[in-house]
């Protein structure tokens, strides 16, 4: 392991057996003022020593590496040595970004793409700095919480409307989000009866991988949304990366619109497109990330009378979205993951016993 004298600024461990990588790296962290490369390991048995030893602000990790590759280094680091741990990896093949998702659910902050071959060292320097920037401000999680035994929401006597028939699951996540949406669909039953959309902030490079991986995690069908997609009962319609997620014309349609709050896809514009077509008909939960993304829709949701869930602090791994929503009192309900399944399960089951259509 090398290694330099700390300094100021943002304290970066790196992670890679390439000899190559690691100094295409530290090249472009050591050139900010505000980021020091305080080490370099080559694999992941030693990544998980580092950061016992440095205590680094930020792991930077590859996936592929020998004795102990990036998703089982990550969760090695988050039992023993909590850090902030950005994936930077090659996405070559498919199952790469898959891992890299896994590496995400057991406690990474962020993953980016190593540079692509028609990228230029500026523009991934940029990517790279945004990112390393992005993951110190997290703070770090002491210790990966594990699901509380789910509890019946507390009667909100005000709000008449929470027992009327659902008809949709709608979810928006950010940074953390992997982990809390399989802890939330995992907590859903095998035949909840609900078509369910899902927007989460990645990156282009994920694509296709992370519906796929999504669908590993749990018992529901999963598929990537194509423009003009029907609805589907028990479905989970996933966004794909750079796109807006709308209804329109009772079909899923795909959008190229402008970002919100720099976000493409954006959960308000989904929350509001929901708001829009669902009204009271809906439920909607708001999950960990940074930022404000969604709070505003998560609002309108409630005044249309839907049924409506932030993410509590506890299980947060960033309180940004969820706290901003909580603010506007845009939630009817403020649980962990596990506890918004119960909720939405409930919902969804009440509605259609008093319908008679229960499946």
């Known amino acids: 392991m090398s290694a330099r004298e700390p300094e100021s600024g943002i304290r970066v461990l790196i992670a890679d057996d390439s000899l190559v990588v690691r100094r295409r790296l530290a090249r472009a962290l050591a050139a900010a003022p505000d980021i020091v490369v305080v080490g370099e390991v080559v694999d992941g048995l030693a990544a998980v020593s580092a950061c016992r030893e440095l205590q680094p602000d930020v792991l930077v990790l590859d996936i592929v590496m ?38 995400l659910a057991a406690g990474a902050v962020d993953a980016i793409e190593k540079p692509r071959q028609d990228e230029s060292d500026a523009s991934f320097d940029e990517r790279l700095l945004r ?3 992005l ?77 796929d991986w999504l669908g590993g995690m ?23 990366p750079d796109r807006h997620l709308v209804l329109r014309d009772g079909k899923l349609a ?23 077509t669902f009204g009271a008909r809906a439920i909607a939960c708001l999950l960990t990330g940074i930022g404000r993304d969604g709070a505003d829709g998560l609002a309108g949701l409630r005044a249309r009378g839907a049924l409506t869930l932030a993410q509590d602090e506890e299980s947060s791994a ?11 009192g845009a939630a009817v309900h403020v649980v962990p993951p596990a506890e918004m399944a119960l909720v939405a399960a409930s919902a969804a089951r009440v509605g259609r016993e008093r319908t008679g259509v229960l499946r």
Do not use: N, Y
């Open 131 to 133: 990112a390393v920037r």
């Open 66 to 103: 020998p004795r102990l590759d990036g998703v089982h280094a990550t969760a090695e680091i988050m039992a023993t040595a909590p850090t902030r741990i950005l994936i930077v990896s090659g996405h070559e093949r498919r199952g790469d970004a898959c891992d890299s998702m896994s590496a």
């Open 318 to 328: 960033v309180f940004g979205m969820p706290r901003a929503a909580i603010l506007l």
């Open 254 to 276: 795909l959008t190229r619109d402008a970002e919100r709050h720099s976000c493409r896809p954006s959960v308000d514009i989904l929350f509001e497109s929901v708001a829009e």
């Open 135 to 211: 993951v110190a401000r997290v703070p770090v999680v002491t210790r990966r919480k594990p699901a509380r035994q789910a509890l019946a929401p507390e009667p909100v006597s005000s709000e008449p409307q929470r027992a009327a028939r659902r008809d949709l699951l709608a979810i928006g996540a950010s940074t953390g989000g992997p982990a809390a949406v399989v802890e939330l669909l995992r907590a859903l039953p095998p035949a909840f009866p609900l078509p369910i959309l899902l927007v989460l902030h990645l990156g282009p490079s994920f694509g296709l991988a992370f519906a």
């Open 218 to 240: 749990s018992s529901l069908p999963t598929q990537e949304v194509r423009d003009g997609d029907p609805l589907r009962a028990g479905h989970v319609h996933v966004c794909p």
